[in-house]
């Protein structure tokens, strides 16, 4: 029983964590990739909007539930 709340626990750190970092990180990225393509003339009007959800993304980490 205590190991399976365990390896409860750590799934849903390993999650939090996820949201928390990658997303947003992803979304960074995206986000430069649209700059940087915009200066030279191509203005990728999703690649912005994407980029910005996945950042705001990275706040659905608050509504995994704590250990």
Do not use: C
């Amino acid at each position: 029983m205590a190991r399976e709340s365990a390896a409860r626990a750590n799934t849903l750190i390993a999650v939090k964590m996820a949201l928390r970092f990658g997303l947003p990180l992803i979304g960074v990225v995206v986000f430069g990739r649209a700059i940087v393509l915009s200066v030279g003339g191509d203005i990728e009007r999703w690649q912005f909007g994407l980029g910005v959800l996945l950042i705001l993304a990275g706040f659905i980490s608050k509504v995994v539930p704590r250990s």
